[in-house]
């Protein structure tokens, strides 16, 4: 059974701190992880997509992979009160099936 | 930006009745899908298609129907609803990348309340 896994939380953080949510998982030839964020009652929407290992930034985000390790990490500077959010880890084999995680809820405390 | 439309955001329906969810994309995707939603369970994949008049069973199935007749639209139904299919339904469309990514953009959702 291929998994995802995340801590559920909630994560908090106060505000203007480093967010950081991890996500491990099972299958070794996962080739593509994405972070979605969804606001409660919300639909989840892509916030990043990392696909080799090392580091991927875009503005206050940072997505982080480690094949080896099979964990993917994503790092939030300067966390804002409109952060707070779940956010679900992706990943896709390269098959149509994506494995999503349950989710970590973020708490930016102001 | 692409746009997945929903037809119904709430829906309340009685046990045993035919219910159709409809979903609309605008970027001429190739590939479609339907999750539900729960929590503590996270998205599971019911059904999906990646062609018109093509669908595949995802890992949860059993209950549901799709229809993909035209590339735009993909209907998920549900033939008897129960109240075990009382969640929230997403839509989402995608298109494979030059990276060989597949990337998954959702519609808003729909939440079917059984009764």
């Known amino acids: 059974q291929k998994e995802v896994e995340q801590n559920s939380g909630p994560l908090s953080v106060p505000e203007g701190a480093i967010a950081s949510l991890n996500c491990t998982y099972s299958?070794?030839?996962?080739?593509?992880f994405f972070w979605y964020r969804q606001y409660s009652g919300k639909s989840p929407e892509l916030i990043m997509s990392?696909?080799?290992?090392g580091d991927k930034e875009d503005g206050r985000f940072t997505a982080q992979l480690n094949k080896a390790s099979q964990y993917v990490s994503l790092l939030i500077r300067d966390s804002q009160p409109s952060d707070s959010a779940t956010y679900l880890c992706?990943?896709?084999?390269?098959?149509?099936?994506?494995?999503f995680g349950t989710g970590t809820r973020l708490k930016v405390l102001a | 930006d692409v746009k997945v439309t929903q037809s119904s955001r709430y829906l309340v329906k009685r046990t045993g009745e035919k219910v159709f969810l409809e979903c609309v994309q605008d970027?001429?995707?190739?590939?479609m899908f339907w999750y539900r939603q729960d929590p503590g369970l996270g998205l599971r994949l019911i059904y999906f298609?990646?062609?018109?008049?093509?669908?595949e069973k995802g890992d949860i199935p059993e209950g549901y129907s799709v229809s993909r007749e035209k590339k735009e639209r993909f209907s998920l139904i549900l033939e008897s609803a129960s109240t075990n299919q009382t969640s929230m339904y997403l839509c989402?469309?995608?298109?494979?990348?030059?990276?060989?990514?597949?990337?998954?953009?959702f519609g808003a959702g729909s939440r079917l309340t059984v009764l």
């Open positions: 299958d070794r030839v996962s080739q593509s």
């Open positions: 298609s990646y062609d018109v008049k093509m669908k």
């Open positions: 989402a469309s995608s298109l494979w990348e030059s990276s060989g990514a597949n990337v998954l953009t």
């Open positions: 992706a990943v896709d084999s390269g098959t149509y099936k994506y494995i």
């Open positions: 970027m001429d995707h190739e590939n």
């Open positions: 990392i696909y080799s290992n």
